[in-house]
């Protein structure tokens, strides 16, 4: 269901919110969503599809017009998207592209000029096959820009923003994007904080894992007063877990509309770029997750620190 709110008025020169669309359910649902945030942020919407030449189309034996062959396909897939879009926020600012390539090459060059990249968590698949559940993982981290993967959140969501805390500084650009998107929707923040022994800035004598769980708590509480006390019109609550991060942060998506989590990511040619916590949320949770670059520029957020 659509949420209600007083749309901004769009910058027309702003950096566009950029979606990936193969023509699939999951993708569709991308787009819809897409929409409702570019709308909520007044930002314009950029729809994206991508396509790749057949896999024995190369330099030596070339298939005529091949790319020429898939572009009214792929005309026809961004045509119903945008009709999706325009539906969805009547009066949004949407325009389409057709780009040739691999889908996650494309939605990363993409990202330089866009304000957010979205994609479904799933694609079709085949032909020609822009398997967005594949490209995910090569956008995600790989970006300076926040990247959301797309999936229906659960009936029993609530009004909250699940965001992962690992009381770092690493911690910050996931924050802002948490708070930022809790105000505009005048949802509430679950701060998911996941902590196991031993805990290291806990007393030396505590042993007893009550002793551990309060220092614990008082620790990230301490971190996140700044965080709190620059946002003051948003409802928090701090939910401290012993145990894994990955099942953690799952368990919070089982009733959140939204999880936010940091990523490790570097550059695009570094092997690890995507966190290990961040690659099995994206693979597991429940509903849409947002994964924010360290150093991410969030529009509208980061008032914490």
Not at 132 to 154: I, K
Not at 209 to 226: I, K, N, S
Not at 270 to 290: D, N
Request: aromatic share 4%; with cysteine.
């Amino acid at each position: 269901m659509t949420e209600p709110f007083s749309a901004p008025v769009a910058d027309p020169g702003a950096d566009p919110v950029v979606v990936g669309t193969d023509g699939s359910t999951g993708a569709t649902r991308a787009v819809e969503w897409a929409a409702d945030h570019a709308g909520l942020r007044g930002l314009p919407l950029r729809v994206v599809h991508a396509v790749e030449r057949l896999p024995y189309d190369v330099p030596c034996y070339p298939i005529p017009d091949s790319y020429d062959r898939l572009a009214p396909s792929g005309r026809q897939i961004l045509d119903h998207a945008e009709r999706v879009a325009r539906d969805r926020r009547p009066g949004l600012d949407v325009t389409t592209e057709p780009a040739e390539g691999r889908p996650g090459r494309v939605l990363r060059d993409q990202a330089a000029r866009a304000a957010e990249v979205v994609l479904g968590s799933h694609g079709a698949g085949g032909f020609p096959g822009m398997l967005l559940g594949s490209v995910g993982n090569h956008v995600a981290g790989h970006v300076a820009v926040p990247v959301v993967v797309v999936r229906p959140a659960p009936p029993e969501a609530v009004a909250e923003i699940a965001v992962g805390f690992d009381c770092s500084e690493a911690s910050g650009p996931a924050l802002a994007y948490a708070f930022e998107e809790a105000r505009l929707r005048g949802h509430r923040v679950r701060i998911v904080c996941a902590w196991e022994p031993p805990v290291p800035y806990a007393p030396v004598i505590a042993g007893d894992p009550d002793d551990m769980q309060r220092a614990a708590e008082d620790y990230a509480r301490t971190e996140l007063q700044p965080w709190q006390g620059g946002n003051t019109e948003v409802k928090t609550e701090l939910d401290m877990v012993r145990g894994h991060p990955v099942a953690a942060l799952i368990e919070a998506s089982s009733r959140a509309v939204m999880l936010v989590v940091g990523s490790h990511g570097r550059n695009a040619f570094t092997a690890a770029v995507l966190g290990s916590v961040s690659r099995a949320v994206l693979a597991h949770a429940h509903c849409p997750v947002a994964v924010v670059r360290g150093g991410a520029v969030v529009r509208g957020g980061g008032r914490g620190r």
